[in-house]
């Protein structure tokens, strides 16, 4: 499961935004995973950073 609705819940704040959410288990980035049981997977970085054009 990737997540659970039963208890998916954001717990950011304005003045904390760096809390992680409740019930989400599982995230795939480029099929590969980076969230493992609720934590990040060490050294996984399948992304990339976009970045607009200077004007």
Same mark, same amino acid.
């Given at each position: 499961?990737?997540?659970?609705?039963? !208890? #998916?819940? @954001?717990?950011? !704040? #304005?003045? @904390?935004?760096?809390?992680?959410? @409740?019930?989400?288990e599982y995230v795939f980035n480029n099929g590969v995973m980076i969230v493992k049981n609720g934590n990040y997977v060490v050294g996984k970085k399948p992304g990339r950073v976009i970045r607009r054009e200077k004007r």
């Open positions: 499961m990737l997540f659970n609705r039963e !208890t #998916i819940q @954001d717990n950011t !704040t #304005i003045k @904390d935004t760096g809390k992680k959410p @409740d019930g989400i």
